[in-house]
């Protein structure tokens, strides 16, 4: 039991728990003591980059199932799990988060003169709710974690915006999560990739699902709420928004959209063309009237993932046609 323990706690459970013991240290210590608030932030965020390495070196890239996986009875009588594990599509997204963490608080480090507890414990939480993201193979799972990583993030006024705009998204795509739990009984990942489902019921799952990640990646005409969001939020949050949050939808497309829904998702991909250029060229020439340097990482943001959005949903096209 031990060694499953320590097996578990070095795999994916640490990465998860450290941020989260850290965050509460700040709590029981003075505000007015900056100093020890910025180091335990730094050492608890360096520790939780240290952590993957066990995973990075024992990973088998040659396998295509997820591995070093945990589970853990969340709601039985649902058949809803706390199931996770990672593959090297989530190894890097885990990588990447752990690596900005101790670099967005070095950034911040001079200027954490007041409000010292609060910064650290929002990056630290921030974090905690990140890893799991790519981690997580339960599909209602994901979507509770996925819409909760923004919320430490913004200000009043961009958090609004950010609300207003993925309120509806996010409600079709908790319904279409439902609809799956009531179809299949459950809403484990490897199970529903097994599943199929009609054309009908296809086309209305892929629609739900695009209406959340399109926010996410963010495609036009929903991408309004990106440059409030930069603009108001500190420069290490500008970080976790560029670095991270914008690639949650286009990994919801790669993870959920088009593996799930292949035929459809052949059917749409002219539709994600189009708006991706659009897109592209919108924001470009949007970038270009720019004087204010978070606009411009915003909108450049912008055209860089809808450019990776059209080379997902080519390379999808391409598996799934025919070979003439």
């Known amino acids: ?5 320590c097996e578990c706690y070095f795999d994916l459970s640490g990465p998860i728990l450290c941020p989260m013991l850290g965050s509460i240290t700040p709590l029981f210590i003075p505000n007015s003591s900056i100093r020890p608030i910025r180091l335990i932030g730094l050492c608890v965020s360096l520790i939780t980059f240290l952590y993957p390495s066990v995973p990075r070196i024992q990973f088998d890239p040659s396998m295509a199932k997820s591995q ?42 001079s200027g954490i003169r007041s409000f010292g507890e609060e910064y650290i414990t929002t ?61 299949t009984g459950t809403t484990d990942l490897q199970i529903l990739l097994t599943t199929e489902f009609s ?18 990646v963010p495609m036009v005409p929903v991408h309004i709420w990106l440059p409030e969001a930069h603009v108001e939020a500190p420069t290490a949050g500008s970080v976790i928004l560029a670095g991270i949050l914008l690639k949650l939808g286009t990994y919801g497309f790669l993870r959920f959209s088009i593996p799930m829904f292949p035929e459809v998702t052949l059917c749409f991909t002219p539709f994600i063309y189009t708006l991706s250029v659009i897109a592209i060229i919108y924001t470009s020439l949007t970038t270009l009237r720019q004087i204010d340097l978070k606009k411009i990482i915003t909108y450049s943001s912008v055209a860089h993932m809808n450019l990776v959005t059209i080379g997902m949903f080519s390379r999808a096209a391409a598996v799934r046609s025919p070979i003439l």
């Open 199 to 216: 054309e009908r019921r296809q086309i209305l799952l892929w629609i739900a699902f695009f209406a959340s990640f399109a926010v996410e």
């Open 123 to 183: 990056f630290l939480i921030r974090e905690f709710l990140m890893i799991p993201v790519p981690s997580m193979l339960d599909t209602l799972l994901f979507y509770v974690l996925s819409e909760s990583v923004p919320i430490p993030v913004l200000k009043i006024k961009a958090a609004y915006q950010f609300f207003l705009y993925t309120l509806l998204g996010s409600v079709f795509m908790l319904l279409a999560i439902l609809l799956i739990l009531l179809q």
């Open 1 to 5: 039991m031990l060694e499953h323990f």
């Open 68 to 109: 070093f996986v945990e589970s853990l009875r969340w709601l039985p009588y649902e058949n809803i799990h706390l199931y996770m594990g990672i593959d090297g599509l989530s190894l890097f997204f885990v990588i990447l988060t752990t690596f900005l963490i101790p670099i967005c608080i070095s950034v911040g480090w």
